[in-house]
């Protein structure tokens, strides 16, 4: 059994994590962090987790893999002695997903706590970089807004089926956010509510821009009143000459034998991803303006985070990549 | 005081019209009809409306205006004889919106009953056709979403701000799907789900272009898990040369004086407009694709339906555009 | 027109008032204070309330009517010089609602600010003290729950229709719980939950107890995820010799005239009193175990708290007591 | 592997019972009928059932174990042939819970299609009836109000700790009322509403007192808007002298070992149930009415339902009976 630990297991990453450790068949969770609530079981302070007997520590307990669910920052500097140690890292945090250290200094605001792991780290979105990941010992977690526009998009860029002026125009649900107090999504607030936000940029931005090789993507998230799921609805100009048709043969190829990723027959609703690990992609043409449109759904915290880090962790312990993700979707 | 009718009460847009000419000071509601229903009370079927003593009729009484919130055809048909008579009429229907009858032909499957009309009536979105809605006594009362999106971007097309390639992203509120029973709306499949709709096309797009004098718009229409409220994100390629200012200050103008629409400082919420009848824009220029961004927001049943519809017959009766609609939106 | 001001108009009940304030017919809104955002104005914090012209403000002007939504406490604190001056108080908060010091500080944990003025405060319910409100000039306005739960009982206990061994158990959308960020009442937390809190007991119960003369009481409060409304579900023993229509026609003679009690024939729901004043009370017997269930729905934030604080202001200043509360609820 | 069948999948609790017996390690699922949508491949009609490669038929193939998820009346008739061949059944419907065929007529409005298998049916609550149902080859799975109703006071009736006086309060997450199609669970009907229903009684009251042995229990169900879960609020009169002490031990010992009752220690949350086929209990006792009250929470599909449903298969089939079952509850 593999040892796992998480650190910072206090938001909805880490504890979306904590579920999946320890449903996994060959992982052991063996130890988890927080910055706050140390000394308290798991349990107590999140009743949904009762079968795990752990209580939060301040310092990660020796692991062969370790998570961090940590803010951008913090995260690449609480991984790096665990790197040098040795363990293979998750991190769902930002820190190691740009590899442009300049960028990453643009849109975080802070130098980049570790550019020479840049090049070492691998962009964990299993579908465009398998080989990578499998080889590499530092994961980089997509961002969930990117997990869903990337898979959408990639297709479309990597076959050449577009021009540019590509929009991402994403709708979230509340848990997102995070398990942080904020007015935005205090029950009241957002509860029969749906508003546009970061109109002037956002940071997931420019990782959507570098995993499609993308010159420019006009990308705007929006925040409605549901707990769990992300919708993407991605348009570009499709090139001339490109039919309906091929662009779902296309879709169809590129995802071919994907465990996670399905080519859907009719529009998705993020519902049927609700606690599971799949995107499901409905690559359309709007015959009358020449325009690609392609829809995805995930669950934020399962494709858009913790399950996508589990999917990683598996590809990097060699053992097959499904296991401990094969749930169905919760529905209704 | 002014008798006013409602044909086919019994949709959400027919019981909001109903509330608000209940509370209207110079209106008396005196007569509802219905397709089902006939002969129960209002109030019996609908009990937020108990102060209202009026039975569901097969047939409307004697009106000074009326209003039909009945299924595209059917409405026409049953306003035929009230145009006639010379009873002012607002059309909650899609059937008098469309000024080609070809178009509508197309997009509606049927033959219009009345085209001859089509020229007389009123496209009732006041902020763009106010003279002619207070000259007319047929008001064609516009969709919910295309209130929406040509609010937000009338005064970039009649400024000449953009070049083509406008794309429509509106997020709906599950009442905008009506009343009917559906597995759509059935609560345990559209609670924390969201998905897109009518990618081959919706009927409010020809309106949108229609008024907007668009060559081409791209709409595509979501339905969110909340009961009222439209956001719509609007975007388009901004000219050369046309600033973020300069963008804003046509908007100011645009709607300088109006009375329901509010040009906002920071991106609008649905829920700010709840219940009442404004409509809130944001204009943006995302400055690292040169496009223009347009927020709004209306609350569908209200700036969307009913309300707009109180607005179009205040202009038609020669009284204050506001009266009966001043009403702050109920929050949170 | 009189002059009405509302100290600490930053949380919900505040903001509730501003709007119905502003839009009652014979008061302006002349005066709103708050603990923080002080200088801001107040549309720019509450944009729903954008036709409101305030900045928020340390102190209250110079009033002729004052609404204090303070926490208990401080509010009979913030009352006394106004109370003082001659001006007319309601107290949102819990202050001058119990009739017994000791039992205000067995519950509240502090020591009651004024108690000489406790025999001067009126219990702000009409239906139950409508001439004493007449004559006061401090009015403690019922909390949330006592105001469903006694307007569903007093029928009966007056009547004496019922052995002790009243149970309360009462369901309370979230906004209840105020503006104050809290983990709670986070979207992600009580979206899709319900729990009961309180167990060993809750303030509004002692406040239940008094106005109904019932020498005990179990109150339990629920939270269910809504942001407005609460539905109360009373139980107590007939009786014998009760029947269900006695109940019916007593409860029907209880309320004849009550312009905001509708005593009504089948279970009332949350939804028919959305935005409105109205208490809806449905009494019924369960014949197997010879109990009264009444239910009884209202709008925490308005017949619950701003709008009863209206009524309650308007009988104060001898206006008909429905003026600036005709609206009917919001539906869908 | 054991071959599982269920009959009439369409429903929440039909298609929650093909997700769990799809991922449960010790069974295959070989065979689905409808009433309707006969040919169709599951996996289009249900998405989130995507890896399930069967079609819906009108007759259940040759299994050992058959689920039955018809209405009442049409599930005793459907499973009498399979109980004749020897397969080992589950009934979801009501049909073989209640013991006496007269009490069932009374309620349910039909003969009972087989009277002279009530002896022979157990009542499927293992946390009961253990024993009973691992020898028998016919289950009666409890409804999903009786399933938290009799495991909150089942330790306080067999303890004789509570004189008569049984309330039971029960709030309900919408897909209780199942996918059929009606206006109470319209979506926009059903959000931000709540209601109490069933006033002059329900078909579950008599399941709750037959395995109470209780003589008289007075239980009303409420509709509240979420998807899953419910919560019941039991409330009784306790017997003197019992202290609050003596209630948690004794709850803590009756349920000491079960793998899924939980009994808390803070009022528990329906959330922390979400898919999951735990039931937790929280004992209190409110002692100034000297009154038990009992919380309890469940998913109403899983351990309401279709949970429930394959932990009796497990007794049945003699393998542990946390087999298939032991996900954590999804959270948030």
Same sequence: chains 1, 2, 3, 4.
Avoid at 236 to 258: C, I, P, T, W
């Amino acid at each position: 059994m593999t040892k796992a630990g998480i650190i910072n297991v206090t938001g909805y990453a880490g504890v979306e994590l904590a579920r999946l450790l320890h449903q996994h068949p060959q992982v052991d969770l063996v130890s988890v962090t927080g910055r706050s609530l140390i000394g308290q079981k798991l349990a107590d302070v999140f009743p949904h987790l009762a079968d795990i007997d752990l209580a939060i520590e301040s310092e990660i307990a020796d692991v062969d893999v370790a998570f961090s669910a940590l803010p951008h920052g913090s995260s690449a500097e609480a991984l790096l002695p665990l790197i040098k140690k040795g363990v293979k890292v998750v991190d769902i945090s930002a820190d190691f997903r740009l590899k442009d250290a300049a960028v990453y200094e643009e849109w975080y605001g802070v130098k980049h706590p570790a550019p020479e792991l840049l090049d070492k780290a691998a962009y964990g979105l299993p579908e465009l970089h398998r080989e990578e990941i499998a080889k590499s010992s530092i994961i980089a977690n997509p961002g969930c807004y990117p997990t869903s526009a990337i898979l959408a998009l990639a297709p479309a860029t990597q076959n050449n089926l577009i021009e540019s002026d590509i929009i991402v125009d994403s709708k979230s649900g509340v848990s997102g956010a995070g398990r942080t107090l904020s007015l935005t999504v205090h029950y009241s607030e957002i509860n029969e509510n749906a508003s546009a936000y970061a109109l002037d940029g956002h940071r997931h931005m420019p990782e959507i821009m570098q995993e499609l090789a993308a010159p420019s993507v006009l990308f705007l998230p929006h925040l409605i009143p549901m707990t769990r799921g992300i919708l993407s609805s991605c348009y570009a100009k499709l090139k001339k000459g490109v039919s309906k048709e091929q662009v779902r043969k296309l879709y169809d190829d590129f995802y071919n034998g994907e465990p996670f990723v399905r080519v859907v027959n009719t529009p998705p609703q993020t519902k049927q991803t609700w606690g599971n690990n799949t995107c499901l992609i409905y690559p359309s043409v709007d015959l009358r303006t020449n325009r690609l449109i392609v829809i995805s759904c995930i669950d934020n915290l399962v494709k858009g985070a913790a399950g996508q880090a589990v999917q990683n962790m598996n590809l990097m312990l060699g053992i097959p990549e499904t296991t401990g993700l094969d749930y169905l979707a919760v529905y209704p």
